[in-house]
């Protein structure tokens, strides 16, 4: 039987990557991995870099790699406001790679406890989350 | 200049202004794509601005202690951000901008100031270099097309340098796009990010169409406290300006393009018709001659 569906709404600086209903959101809060089904509790919470997955239903699911940002749940809508939502075959693989290599080199360099360092640390851990996806996609 | 020279210059100017009317036309088509990128932000920044509403008011409005908005008492070390394209042939736009940051490091030099410059595009990169001023971050590659992503790197190593003291104050300097034909030289100040800036953007969030979830903030599970969540949207903010600033000076570039190929194929087409006229006038007079010669000829032999 088909499950109770509610609005999700994916908004990027660059602009709306999607507006469906969807079945049930899974994705990753600063607290840890959540889902979100219909009629889910008001929420407000800090994302951090992982897959994003929206469920049409029990075996259509469209991905994202999802970048840092937010999201808000309530009156049975859900907005999901991050920096990135690329779709898993628009990844460069070897452009993260290499954004990776440069990330590491950063932590390793820069001042211990430093802006600079947790800096590089955030897009260490972005790149890692992204090439993640990168691999599941098998391409 | 004979027949034969006129009619090749034609020819090559006939050339040169099937190229500039075809970049007017591609930095035309490019400039509704950038008009349509600064549209596409505006969602995204409402948003923001939304969720700072709510999440201050949960965290009971306390936004002091972030580092970005602490101003520095003494501001030895500016960073000033240059804002150019990677391309020329866009009339003053990259020069104006290069002698507003060097007039600005003057000055800030006279109080006895340090300017650290940071670059976007080639022609400011190249520029500075050229003046033995090597910017200490080049961002280049994306004038025409910038991403976000593009934006939170400049404004990352820009907060970085903030909080570890590297630098006491940054600004940024580009052309605000104000029409295809109007550009203006902006400066603005990035940080210290003002107390006014995100007080404003709460009250601007309070008129705004209400969003999910905000009536009854009771309610609200919080992921992690509001506090932290109102932390984290602070440097939003700067990456948002400095997203703001690359997105304007892009449709400004294109705009500066489309005129400046505009008015170079209206002079390509005034040549033509002037080196038409003289190549008339050549053949005119070629034809006069050979008239003469023809009469003079026939009265030799009368």
Redesign the interface.
């Known amino acids: 039987m088909a499950r109770a569906t509610f609005q999700v709404e994916i908004?990027?600086?660059?602009?709306?990557v999607f507006n469906e209903q969807v079945e049930m959101l899974s994705t990753r809060?600063?607290?840890g991995s959540?889902g979100v089904l219909a009629n889910h509790?008001?929420?407000?919470?800090?994302l951090e870099p992982t897959e994003l997955r929206l469920y049409r239903s029990e075996s259509e699911i469209v991905r994202f790699a999802q970048g840092?940002g937010?999201i808000?749940?309530?009156?049975?809508?859900?907005?999901v406001?991050v920096?990135?939502a690329i779709a898993p075959q628009d990844l460069d693989e070897q452009d993260l790679r290499e954004k990776l290599r440069v990330a590491e080199a950063d932590v390793a360099s820069a001042?211990e406890g430093?802006?600079?360092q947790?800096?590089a640390i955030r897009?260490r851990r972005r790149w890692q989350a992204f090439l993640e996806v990168s691999g599941s996609s098998g391409g | 200049m004979s027949q034969r020279d006129v009619k090749q210059r034609i020819d090559s100017v006939k050339n040169i202004r099937k190229i500039t009317s075809a970049m007017q036309m591609v930095a035309a088509a490019r400039l509704r794509r950038a008009e349509q990128r600064i549209a596409a932000l505006r969602p995204y920044a409402g948003a923001i601005r939304r969720m700072t509403r709510q999440a201050a008011e949960a965290a009971g409005g306390e936004v002091a202690g972030n580092p970005l908005l602490a101003q520095r008492e003494s501001e030895s070390n500016v960073a000033i951000v240059l804002v150019t394209a990677d391309r020329g042939l866009a009339g003053a736009f990259n020069s104006q901008i290069i002698r507003a940051g060097l007039r600005a490091a003057e000055d800030l030099r006279a109080e006895g100031k340090q300017a650290r410059f940071y670059a976007t595009g080639r022609r400011g990169v190249s520029s500075l270099v050229f003046r033995k001023l090597e910017p200490v971050g080049q961002y280049v590659g994306f004038t025409e097309r910038p991403a976000y992503a593009n934006a939170r790197e400049i404004a990352e190593d820009l907060m970085a340098a903030y909080v570890d003291g590297q630098v006491d104050r940054v600004e940024i300097l580009y052309n605000g796009y104000i029409s295809p034909l109007t550009q203006e030289v902006r400066r603005e100040v990035l940080l210290p990010l003002q107390r006014a800036t995100i007080d404003e953007a709460i009250a601007q969030a309070a008129t705004e169409p209400s969003h999910p979830g905000h009536e009854h903030h009771a309610l609200v599970d919080y992921e992690p406290e509001p506090g932290v969540i109102l932390q984290r949207l602070i440097p939003d903010y700067v990456e948002i300006s400095v997203y703001r600033a690359l997105l304007e000076s892009s449709a400004s570039e294109l705009g500066a393009r489309m005129t400046a190929m505009r008015s170079a194929t209206d002079n390509a087409s005034e040549v033509i018709e002037d080196l038409t006229l003289e190549m008339n006038r050549a053949r005119q007079a070629e034809i006069t001659q050979e008239i003469m010669e023809v009469v003079a000829g026939a009265e030799s032999l009368v």
């Open positions: 908004l990027t600086p660059e602009g709306e809060t600063a607290v959540i509790t008001p929420l407000l919470g800090l840092e937010y808000q749940v309530g009156e049975n809508r859900a907005l406001l920096e990135e001042e430093s802006e600079a947790r800096r897009d």
